[in-house]
Every structure is written in C-alpha cells, then in structure tokens.
C-alpha cells in the first residue's frame, strides 16, 4: 500500500478519543497520556489524528525500521523490532525519532539536533545573516540548533562600512534569539545554544547579556572554557584574550585578570543558572570526530542542551535505552541487574539506530525535494537548498548516533544502591563502560556487514583517549576495529529525557529521581457527595489535597508491602520515604561534588558529552558553586550546569550607572515625573488576522508606559520591521500626559521621528493604554498589571488589544515569578511560574504562552 492509499484508509481519532485509549495504555497516568497525544500521535497539519495509543506509533516505527533492514545481511524482523520499543519498556527513540518516523503529513528531519557555522572568517553581515536563516529553516523542520560566534569581531573593532567599527557579539546575540522565538515547532518555540570562548574579547560582555531583563531570552548559553583559562584562575596569573581566537598573528590582544571574570561567570551562575561551561580542551582532546578536523568534523559548538558537540552542518538523532527495565527482582532482596539482556539489547539499538539514519537520508531528499517544487525563485531557496545538501553530505560521510540511556536513579534505587554513594557510582560507571564497549562492538560489527563510514582511518585515531580506554579495557574490540573499522564516526550520549521520561513513568536520563512523593491540589466542590475539603484559599475555591507517588517508588511500596491507598500526613510520607531506596537520593539530596565526580567518572565511557543540570538549594553560596566547576574540570567533566532553587526570580536589571536588583517581591521604585525622554522596545504580535504593535517605554530596561495599535504597514504609521535600535519616546510637552513623539535610527544611523504617536490610534485603546501606563508607573508588579488586564470587562471588539498587551508585558514578567489563583488546566497543579514569558507549570511541565 502506498502512501497515499494508507491516507486515504487511514482511522482518524478525535483528541478525547486518542486521550481515553492512551489513557488505558498508560494504565490512568493523565500526563503521561496528555503529553503522547500532544506530542507524539500521529496528526496531519489539520490536528486530524490517526493514532490512538502508543502501540500505534510503535507498529508504524517497527514497520520502516523493518523495511531499512531489509537492505543488510540478517534483518531484524518487525515483530523483534516491536519487542524492543514497545512500551517504553527497552529501547525508546526520543523525540524526532518518535514523531518522523513512518510519518507522512509532515516534510520534516529525524535529527535531535544541529550545529552551524561558516567555514573560515565569516564575520560579516552576509555570513552571519546566513547563519540566522540557516537556524530558522532547521528550527522550521523541528531541529534544536547551535552555532558559536566566537568568528565576530570584538565591540570597537575597525570595519569597512559606515559604521566605521563593529558593534561586537551581544546585538548578534539578541538577533538570533528573537529569531528562534519566532519559529513555532508544532506549537514549541525553537531551541537555541549560542556559544562563545572565553579567550574572545567580548567574553564578558556575552556572560553579561542575559543578566539583562528580557534580553536574549531564546537562547541557552555556554562559555568555552580552555585549560589555559583554568590553569590561570587557579595560579592567579594573567590570561590573554585575543581575535582571531585561534589565530597565531591576532589582530587584538589584551592581558585580563581571569579571576575576575572567573568570578563573573560563577556569579552570573548562581543568579540566573547561565551561563553554562563547556570545558573546551577536554571537548577536543575526547572528541573522535575532531580526528578528522581536517576534513570538516573539527567541533565547534553544542546542541541546546549541550550533549552533542558538533561540526558544522552535522546532526544527530538520539534514543534510549530504560536501564531499570534490566533490573530483574527490583526493590527486592534478589534483585539483580540482566547483563546479558542488556548487552545483547545495545548491539539491536546501535542497529537501529544506524537505520534510523538511512530514514534520515530519505528525509532530506523528501525536504529536497519540497524545496525543488516551492514556487520561490531559485536564488531564494539556494541557502536552505545547500545546508540541506550539507547536512545530507554530513550524516551519510559520518553515520554519527545518539545512543543514551533513562532511569539511571531509579536502576540504582531498584538495586538497593543510593545515588551518589561511592557503591552506586562504581556500579552507574561499570553500566557505562558495558554500554560503550558493546554499542562500539556492535558498530564494527555493522562495518563488517554495512560497511565502515566513508571516512574512517585507524592511524588518525589511534591516540584518541576515548580509543586508548577502549583499547585498555577489550583489546579484541580495539583489534577487530583496527582491522574493519566501524559503522559510525561517533556513538554515544546522555541527554536530557523529559518526556521520554514521563512515558517510560521513570527518571529522566542520568539524573536522581526529582521527588519521590509530593502533593498536588484538585478544585473540588463542597457540595458534592464525598468531597473532602483541604484547603480553602483566598478567592473562597476549595480544594482536596492528594498525593502522588513517583511510579516506581509506587513499585517500591507495592513490593515491600505498603499502603497505596492509605491517606498519609506529611509525617507518614516522610517516614515512608526514609525507608525507601531513594532516601537521600534525589536531586536536591545528593552531594553536588559527588555527583560531579560521578559524572566525570562516566564521561569517560561516554564519546560526546552529558546534558546533567546540578540543583542546589537557595541558600548555596556562590563559593560553592565556583568549588562546583572547579571540581568539575578536574574530573574530566565536558561540561556543567547550576540550578540554584529559585535563581530564575531575581536577575540584574541594569546596565549603565549604579546596579540595582529586581528581588522576588521587591518593590519597583519609579520616578514620581515621567522623565522627557525614554528608551523604548517594539514588540509586535498577531491576533487572528490583525496585526499589532506595542511600544514600550523603559526605565532601568522595566516597562513604564505601553502604547498599542494596529499596525499599518501600507501607509508608513508604523517603523519598518527591521529596526530595533535607537528606540525612543519622546513626551512633547513635558507633562508625561499629552503629547507623545516616537523615534529610531535608520538603516543609515539618522534619526525618523513619528510625531504625535497617540494621535494615530484609535483613543480607545489610547485611554486604555495611559490606565495601564500609570499601573506600570506606580510600581505595580508586571504579573499583576497583566492579570489585571485579563479581569478587564471589554467589547467584544477590544479584546484582541487587550489580550495582545498582556502578551507584550509578559515578556518583562521576570523568569521563575510565582503564579497565584490560576491551575494548570493540565494537571490542576496550583505549582506555576512565569519562564521567558510563558506560564509553566513546574509539575508537569506543560506551558502557556501569549
């Protein structure tokens, strides 16, 4: 059956269909089945869905997996290949993998993730234009993406253009943030990591750039840390910053106390948890791939989350594997982890995952191909046509995979041993070890069958460190490789498993289990037969109090006899906890130095990196957290970072004159005259078919008067699209109410003035908008301006304006706020907190925004 008949015969399920069914799948667990549906199911560009249960998508995966295998020697059948991914039991492709796999409503990549860049000196507004369209057009096809802009030239530096000297790396920042929090994925907003090293002269600059409310908020950050950089903070000596960063003749030198900026980075760390450190030289001296820098594999950033460095236009496509389902007998005394299951399990998942990129292939030649028939003019479509084409070259050459793992804390917990102790490391470590020997054998073993990848050359590698352990530990191995090389250039990774997670109902990647008990709240209403009222909160809404069990401490209570039904106090549960295998265990239990130590010890079997955050509680000191990093780069570890309890609610707020903190419930001090002249922001939005803009007038980088409108691009009212800087607004006659002018910079650095700003909109929205104004003036905090706005009463025809303001406030509403008197319409959870504008939920992890 072709695909268009499979289309056409295809069952469509509603969303409460597909829910109900996944919902029995999942055996009652509502998010786990919310997120499959949401995420995962089969759907058309319509929302039409045509699975109704994971056992679905499963089917569809093992039957193109099957169909790839055909091509080799000694296939997997569908039915063994089904065996190993059904539910979430063994084997688990994450994310594109899951959702491209046999799809066909969407014209999209298999690869997790990308990295880009230009090859040689691309500092120029050609290059870097590219790379932001080039980032745009993978994000467009559901890829996470990463670029380095060590390669732009400092702030100061002379340039051949009107500008006269260079505007430096943090403006460029801000551009390719904003565009990744244009480009909607399926409903996500895009995934960013911008990278930099530390021997750029504009390092502390780009370490600064998110301390800054509202700036560079589509981005993760990481500075590329050197031995050298290291070397020097420890001795106290001087470090030399240069550009090129890599060049031997640098045109920009300068000496730099590295303490200082050491100090910078670990503060800026403890504030906000950015930026993040790649520790560079042991990026480099690990990397396989940079074996063959030469030939284009030299590493140059990370993807988001940092566990794939890459090289330009390289990808990788990710899947795990559940290390608690080799736990036979768990929470018991006989458990005992299945080695030979285990073992035979990766040899099957390094096999598919080499099928998965023969589908990647077909999927770029599918996107290829959409490309080819766009009605656009070729020379449009030449730059997403050659990444594309480059990105194809890269994963056929290079065969790279992405084998990780999920449920390290609760494989651990199942065998009695606590996460974090030296018996538990010892044991994670020789899991690592097994699982890097075997996933190598089983690529060699491919390139006896498939063939090695196109590149491989044993004499390049052979004092690679990662080579040398494998070499130490199974000379066999390292012999018959030496001899037929292997499948894959690199294989290995552990990545963050969030959803994968919540699917396979345990722990996520190599992290400790978060919390294995906790309390949620459900609206309840007293009236009702058996309700049970706990709490009643200000607003008069009552709500019952239950409790919910991590699935596998659940196991735990099941097998050692405990209660699941019982209604246990806060005392019960913490009784019950300390009896548990998982005591002393979780993320905010376990020593931060052990578990660098245990990261760097399993780093060493790991052939990219480990995407591991270290949660510290609120209280931890910045001391510790630059003792944390230290220790880090010491152990071998490529890369850390900090999440210190609450460090998202309060960042620095200005950049010019005296430092001032915004505090969680701190009091925002404005001045009582509105000022002559402000700088100002633009932020444009859509609602249904209007388009909207906002300007927004700042004080300390804090909104302090919103003025909104239709936009009207035909007439010239508004400023072109491009401007963003130069930005401010003007009050005409000096009384901060009356009159109000509008001016930017143009392309040409002269200054356009829009006189009379409140005279071109409607004076509705006009009055509307100076009552908000003198909220945000008074120093009402911006979370309560906007619920204040979404109480407002309006016609019907004003709703749009108003919604679309509290959409441009948002952006300001400082990262980790609290949220009171709303519910996760998810989980009900009362657990909310504004993040990068958009409401999370820090229980289930759903998120609103707009």
């Known amino acids: 059956m072709n695909v268009a008949e499979k289309k056409r015969n295809a069952t469509i399920y509603t969303a409460e269909e597909a829910y109900q069914q996944s919902l029995e799948y999942f055996k009652g667990d509502e998010l786990a089945a919310r997120v499959w549906v949401n995420k995962y199911a089969l759907k058309d560009s319509a929302s039409n869905i045509y699975e109704a249960t994971p056992d679905d998508m499963h089917h569809r995966i093992a039957n193109e997996l099957a169909r ?47 990295v880009i860049g230009n090859d040689g000196n691309a500092d120029s507004y050609g290059g870097i234009f590219k790379i932001d369209q080039e980032q745009v057009q993978l994000m467009k096809r559901r890829g996470g993406v990463g670029h380095d802009l060590s390669h732009i030239r400092p702030k100061g530096s002379p340039v051949k253009n009107s500008a006269l000297t260079s505007t430096g790396i943090v403006p460029f920042m801000e551009r390719f943030s904003n565009s990744t929090r244009e480009v909607a994925q399926d409903g996500r907003r895009g995934a960013l990591m911008l990278s930099v090293a530390i021997r750029h002269p504009d390092a502390e600059d780009f370490i600064d750039a998110k301390m800054e409310q509202g700036k560079v908020t589509g981005a993760n950050v990481s500075v590329r840390i050197d031995d050298a950089f290291m070397e020097a903070v420890e001795s106290g000596s001087d470090y030399r910053q240069q550009y090129p960063v890599d060049s031997s003749t640098p045109t920009h030198e300068t000496l730099i106390d590295p303490g200082r900026l050491w100090q910078k980075i670990v503060h800026n760390a403890w504030r906000s948890a950015e930026p993040g450190v790649l520790f560079w030289d042991t990026i480099i001296r690990e990397s396989l791939p940079d074996c063959y820098a030469d030939l284009g594999y030299k590493t140059v950033s990370t993807n988001p989350c940092g566990e794939i460095p890459l090289c330009p236009y390289d990808s990788c496509r990710l899947l795990a594997v559940n290390l608690f389902s080799y736990v036979d007998h768990p929470f018991t005394g006989a458990a005992a982890f299945n080695w030979d299951l ?302 210190r309890d609450g460090s998202r609610s309060g960042v620095l707020i200005a950049n010019t004159g005296d430092k001032t903190e915004n505090t969680a419930g701190g009091e925002t001090v404005f001045p009582v005259d509105r000022p002559p002249v402000l700088d100002a922001e633009i932020v444009r939005f859509q609602n249904n078919k209007d388009k909207w803009i906002a300007f927004i007038g700042l004080v300390d980088h804090k909104p302090y008067e919103i003025f909104t409108g239709l936009a009207d691009d035909e007439d010239g009212i508004l400023i072109p699209r491009w401007v963003n800087d130069g930005l401010i607004i003007k009050n005409k006659d000096g009384d901060g109410i009356s009159r109000y002018d509008f001016q930017y ?102 998120s609103k925004c707009g």
């Open 68 to 114: 790839i295998e055909q091509r080799y020697p000694s296939p997997l059948s569908v039915d063994e290949i089904f065996e190993l991914i059904r539910d979430f039991t063994y084997i688990i492709p994450q994310g594109s993998p899951m959702t491209g796999i046999g799809n066909p409503y969407q014209v999209a990549s298999l690869s997790n993730c990308f």
């Open 342 to 643: 285990f073992k035979k399990h990766i040899h099957a998942a390094q096999r598919i995952m080499d099928d998965i990129i023969d589908l990647e292939l077909e999927k770029i030649d599918a996107i290829l191909e959409k490309i080819a028939a766009d009605p656009e003019d070729a020379e449009l479509k030449r730059t997403e046509t050659n990444l594309w084409q480059h990105i194809r070259n890269k994963a056929k050459e290079g065969r790279r995979t992405g084998i990780g793992i999920t449920a390290e804390g609760d494989m651990l917990a199942a065998l009695g041993l606590r996460y974090g102790s030296d018996e538990g490391t010892a044991f994670a470590v020789q899991v690592h070890r097994t699982l890097a020997l075997e996933a190598y054998r089983a690529s060699v073993n491919a390139a006896k069958e498939r063939g090695a990848f196109a590149l491989f050359d044993a004499e390049r590698e052979q004092q690679n460190p990662f080579v040398l352990r494998l070499a130490a530990t199974d000379p066999q191995l390292f012999y018959e490789m030496q001899e037929h090389g292997r499948r894959n250039m690199a294989l290995l990774t552990i990545a963050p498993t969030g959803t994968t997670s919540l699917m396979s109902q345990t722990s996520s990647g190599i992290e400790p289990v978060f919390m294995p008990v906790y309390k949620r709240r459900r609206k309840v209403n007293p009236g009702d037969q058996d309700a049970r009222v706990d709490f009643v909160d200000d607003l008069g809404d009552s709500w019952e109090e239950y409790v919910v069990f991590h699935h596998r401490f659940k196991q735990w209570m099941t097998v050692n006899g405990h209660d699941l039904n019982k209604n246990y106090s806060q005392q019960d549960l913490d009784e019950l906890v300390a009896l548990s295998p998982y005591y002393k265990a979780t993320a905010n239990d376990v020593d931060y130095l052990k578990k660098v130590e245990m990261q760097g010890q399993i780093q060493q079997w790991v052939d990219h990196s480990i995407s591991v955050t270290i949660n510290m509680p609120a209280e931890v000191t910045e001391e510790v957290v630059g003792q944390l990093y230290m220790a880090a780069w010491k152990a071998g570890c490529k890369g850390v970072t900090v999440y």
């Open 745 to 846: 910079q143009n392309r040409y650095g002269h200054k356009t003035t829009i006189e009379g700003l409140s005279y071109k909109f409607n004076p509705e929205y006009w009055n509307y908008a100076k009552l908000i104004s003198g909220t945000l003036r008074h120093g009402m905090p911006i979370e309560k301006v906007v619920d204040l706005i979404g109480s407002l009463q309006l016609d019907e025809a004003i709703n749009t304006w108003k919604n679309g303001v509290a959409r441009a406030l948002k952006k300001y509403i400082p990262d980790g706020t609290q949220v009171k008197k709303q519910v996760c319409q998810n989980c009900n959870s009362t657990n909310l907190q504004y993040q990068e504008g958009c409401l999370n939920c820090k229980d289930c992890g759903s």
